[in-house]
């Protein structure tokens, strides 16, 4: 007899996804809750447009089938890229103590007139980075194989 395939199935996968509206941005804003990232991390591309973030994120798709299957909760390495980025500003980052590690709490888009708007990237400690876009595009991509959390707990709050 053959089983139907579960969601719990597709949860090995690397995630690759696109957000182009607020809607797709909310998905990628929870898969990323609670990431985290060296200041060394950030990379700001002006000629490309292009603002991006090497986050250590963990695997809120896969927290369900960690803890019916009784294994360890997971992290994994991905990319969070913003295209079509006019201006990048920030509050509460200083890039130059190498030493900082951001969690990220939440991405959010404020609109603007014709498709332009912000990204606001909130970060814990009361610090934010701004992103003014001409339209919203971006893309999230696990680029590593998942890990064992160091912490091997589930953060905190959903």
């Known amino acids: 007899m053959t089983e139907d395939a579960t969601f719990e199935d597709g949860a090995e996968a690397p995630l690759r996804l696109k957000a182009d509206d607020a809607e797709g941005l909310s998905v990628i ?11 060394t991390e950030m990379a700001w591309r002006p000629r ?3 603002f991006a973030l090497l986050l250590n994120r963990f695997r809120w798709e896969d927290r369900v089938a960690a803890e019916r299957r009784g294994r360890p909760y997971e992290r994994v390495q991905a990319v969070l890229a913003f295209d079509d980025v006019a201006r990048v500003s ?3 980052v200083d890039r130059s103590d190498k030493d ?4 990220l ?4 888009f404020e609109p603007g007139e014709d498709g332009t708007g912000r990204v606001v990237l909130t970060l814990s ?3 934010a980075i701004s992103l003014d876009v001409e339209c919203l595009d971006v893309t999230l991509k696990d680029v ?3 890990y064992v959390a160091p912490s091997r707990k589930a953060p905190a709050h959903e």
């Not at 900082?100 to 969690?103: I, K, L």
């Open 29 to 39: 804003s929870s898969l990323t809750q609670d990431a985290v990232f060296p200041v």
């Open 105 to 108: 709490l939440s991405v959010s």
């Open 48 to 50: 490309a447009r292009r």
């Open 144 to 146: 590593t194989r998942p």
């Open 90 to 92: 920030s509050q509460g």
């Open 100 to 103: 900082t590690v951001f969690s």
């Open 125 to 127: 400690g009361d610090g």
